[in-house]
């Protein structure tokens, strides 16, 4: 009898080993580029949402200061919408002003004191203060006058991306609510 010996080949050859390790490596570094810009877009996202938060803040700040205005007249019967209104007279498209958070609320006009048109991040709140670090946010409000008894203000946030300057703005009319 003969016996017939057949060569068993185990295992993988190192051509075999090469190609499945570059295949790996290409995969892992697909995979950490696609993480990353995910990581990217979150913290834009998150940019534009707190924008939003802080453009709206904007509209809240001069609601409350003409209810202020209103509420607490000295002159009696709404007059005071027109010295609230008079407040926002330097503020229009071009001559953009900013306000403190602070009470009483104080109106400046961005291009005299630009400081007063950034947004300060200080232990984990935002203000216009310079107690806290720069949040890389400004905040510009303005007006137009629609009516004698309306008034359109709009509050613009702005702050720079990857792909650049970034603004956001809302707008509300605001209206002498008190009776004539």
């Known amino acids: 009898m003969k016996k017939i010996c057949k060569k068993i080949?185990?295992?993988?050859?190192?051509?075999?080993?090469?190609?499945?390790?570059?295949?790996?490596t290409v995969s892992i570094i697909l995979l950490m580029s696609v993480l990353g810009n995910g990581i990217s877009d979150i913290n834009n996202v998150k940019?534009?949402?707190?924008?939003?938060?802080?453009?709206?803040?904007?509209?809240?700040y001069i609601r409350n200061m003409r209810d202020t205005y209103?509420?607490?007249?000295?002159?009696?019967?709404?007059?005071?919408?027109?010295?609230?209104?008079?407040?926002?007279n330097p503020c229009n498209l071009g001559?953009?002003?900013?306000?403190?958070?602070?009470?009483?609320?104080?109106?400046?006009?961005c291009t005299s004191n630009p400081s007063v048109c950034k947004i300060y991040l200080?232990?984990?709140?935002?203000?216009?203060?310079?107690?806290?670090?720069?949040?890389?946010?400004?905040?510009k409000i303005w007006t137009d006058v629609v009516g004698d008894g309306e008034l359109k203000i709009y509050s613009e946030v702005e702050w720079i991306q990857r792909?650049?300057?970034?603004?956001?703005?809302?707008?509300?009319?605001l209206f002498n609510w008190t009776e004539q």
């Open 163 to 173: 792909s650049g300057t970034q603004r956001i703005v809302f707008s509300e009319n």
């Open 9 to 24: 080949s185990s295992g993988f050859t190192l051509i075999e080993t090469l190609v499945a390790i570059s295949i790996f």
């Open 47 to 60: 940019k534009k949402i707190l924008a939003g938060y802080l453009a709206q803040e904007g509209i809240e």
């Open 122 to 139: 200080d232990n984990g709140n935002y203000n216009t203060t310079s107690s806290g670090e720069d949040s890389g946010f400004t905040r």
């Open 95 to 109: 001559n953009e002003c900013g306000f403190s958070t602070t009470n009483p609320i104080v109106i400046s006009k």
């Open 70 to 88: 209103v509420l607490y007249s000295t002159l009696g019967s709404g007059k005071d919408w027109d010295k609230f209104k008079i407040e926002f």
